[in-house]
């Protein structure tokens, strides 16, 4: 099997070894794992952008699965890139797994950066008066739910690692699920 390793950890200093880090893990388990920055791009070039994107989307052509980091990125929510890749996923019917280092759920972090307050009419809102979505659930209703029907249910630790961006406890029970599920285990 191989899987699509999504998420925001592109953009951390040691962004190739922590690739190295998620393909050894997968290697381990007996799955392949595709990091994005294994795709070679001239950043220099005037397309790059388009050649990151385009990359990105073959290799996710030609693996069976995807884990996406969810962990909150730059503000409440997962990163949009990462977003984005795990709805192609779930589009084309792959097995989608992800995982967050942050187990608040969603109301929760958006109290982080904004004022969070109840509506005459009982809705929880923010300070311009757009409704806060409080289902209960880690972030929105559209990648909780794609991850229940296309694949298993958002992992999170009970607490926060103190690294929140280079632990990958979470991440290896991704993993696990998906060799499971490459070898016809089910979990």
Known sequence: MKIYLAGPDVFLPDAVDIGKRKAAICARHGVRGLYPLDNAIDLAASDASLRIFKGNEAMMDTADAVIANLTPFRGASADAGTVYELGYMAGRGKLCLAYSN???GYVERVARFDAVTKSADGRLIDRDGL??????LADNLMMIHALDLHGAKLVTPRQAPSDIWHDLTSFE???????G???GKTS
């Open 173 to 179: 029970a991704c993993v696990v699920v998906a060799a």
């Open 102 to 104: 942050d187990p608040a």
């Open 181 to 183: 599920r490459a070898s």
């Open 131 to 136: 409704t806060v979505e409080d289902f209960g």
